[in-house]
């Protein structure tokens, strides 16, 4: 799903917080992930493209960086 909306502050939060050091997909999930259906940044962020897995291994060990998408959007706030 690509939208065009203006993007909320949770998900200029979540870019900012993974474009200010190196993450994991662990370190991310332990930050990010929410059960609860009303706040879902980073499956939105994801879907959206805005946000990247890399590499190989286990999964909380790989990681997390801004797609050239979620760069731009973060360059334009």
Same mark, same amino acid.
């Given at each position: 799903?690509? =939208? #065009?909306?203006?993007?909320?502050?949770?998900?200029?939060?979540?870019?900012?917080?993974?474009?200010? +050091?190196?993450?994991?997909? @662990?370190?991310?999930?332990?930050?990010?992930? =929410? #059960?609860?259906?009303?706040?879902?940044?980073?499956?939105?962020?994801?879907?959206?493209?805005?946000? +990247?897995?890399?590499?190989? @291994?286990?999964?909380?060990?790989?990681?997390? =960086?801004?797609?050239?998408?979620?760069?731009?959007?973060?360059?334009?706030?």
């Amino acid at each position: 799903m690509v =939208t #065009t909306q203006q993007p909320s502050a949770l998900t200029l939060q979540l870019l900012t917080w993974i474009s200010t +050091q190196p993450r994991t997909y @662990g370190e991310a999930m332990d930050a990010w992930r =929410t #059960t609860c259906p009303r706040m879902p940044i980073w499956e939105d962020a994801i879907s959206e493209g805005l946000v +990247q897995v890399n590499g190989s @291994g286990a999964m909380r060990e790989r990681k997390v =960086t801004l797609s050239s998408r979620g760069q731009a959007l973060l360059r334009r706030t």
